[in-house]
């Protein structure tokens, strides 16, 4: 089946604007992962979804970003405000159920950079 | 908390040559898992290799294989036969046993050469 998909490929915006980042998962995953990544850096947690409901947010880095998954499936990473701080590749993965012993499918990722 | 840490920023590799990638990381738990990721220009990233903290034998994949000492909290990987496809970003991550969340190293650039 189709891997884990991500859109746009990229996205330039200006300071201060709003954007949007797209995650479709595989299907039938319930575990689903955002991640940062920064020039020259691994990447870094953001939230992990379990089905609909995000079962640990802890490394959302302030109340600008949030993510929802209404339906289980897509997710999207919604971000108020940015900054040129925010300039990174985002990344998402899912996994069949987000036990630590299954395989993460990661997606192409977004590069998202602010002006 | 854990740490990952990956001491060498790039390594050059010559085609067929071995090449050794080092990570060291740092945690309490007992048990958890360690990977080994790829990540090629086109952002993807791939997994290579996986290790259970709990099982003693190394693991392997047909020309990547890992030195865990846990111990000395180490995870080494090993690519044998170099190819230019190799090239790539790695990145050596981390998971404790509760579910699935990533602790990545900063990762090392490996750059095949003919």
């Known amino acids: 089946g189709a891997g884990v998909s991500q859109t746009p490929s990229n996205k330039v915006t200006e300071k201060g604007k709003y954007v949007e980042l797209r995650c479709d998962p595989i299907?039938?995953?319930?575990?689903l992962y955002w991640y940062r990544q920064s020039l020259g850096q691994g990447p870094e947690f953001l939230i992990y979804?379990?089905?609909?409901?995000?079962?640990?947010d802890s490394g959302l880095p302030n109340d600008r970003f949030f993510a929802v998954r209404p339906e289980g499936s897509v997710s999207t990473l919604k971000i108020q405000r940015t900054e040129r701080g925010d300039s990174a590749v985002y990344l998402c993965?899912?996994?069949?159920?987000?036990?630590?012993?299954?395989?993460?499918?990661f997606g192409p990722g977004t590069r998202l950079l602010v002006l | 908390a854990q740490t990952v840490t990956q001491s060498q920023p790039e390594m050059s590799v010559q085609e067929a040559e071995t090449v050794t990638l080092s990570c060291t990381y740092d945690?309490?738990?007992?048990?958890?898992?360690l990977f080994w990721y790829k990540q090629p220009p086109s952002r993807q990233m791939i997994l290579v290799i996986r290790?259970?903290?709990?099982?003693?034998q190394n693991a392997t994949e047909n020309r990547f294989s890992v030195n865990f000492q846990k111990a000395a909290k180490s995870f080494s990987l090993k690519i044998s036969d170099s190819q230019l496809g190799d090239t790539a970003m790695y990145f050596c991550?981390?998971?404790?046993?509760?579910?699935?969340?990533?602790?990545f190293g900063a990762g090392t650039q490996v750059v095949v050469t003919p």
């Open positions: 993965a899912s996994s069949p159920t987000g036990l630590s012993q299954e395989t993460q499918y």
């Open positions: 945690t309490s738990e007992s048990n958890y898992y």
């Open positions: 991550a981390f998971m404790t046993d509760s579910w699935g969340k990533f602790q």
């Open positions: 299907s039938g995953h319930t575990a």
């Open positions: 979804f379990q089905g609909t409901g995000a079962a640990d």
């Open positions: 290790q259970e903290a709990y099982k003693q």
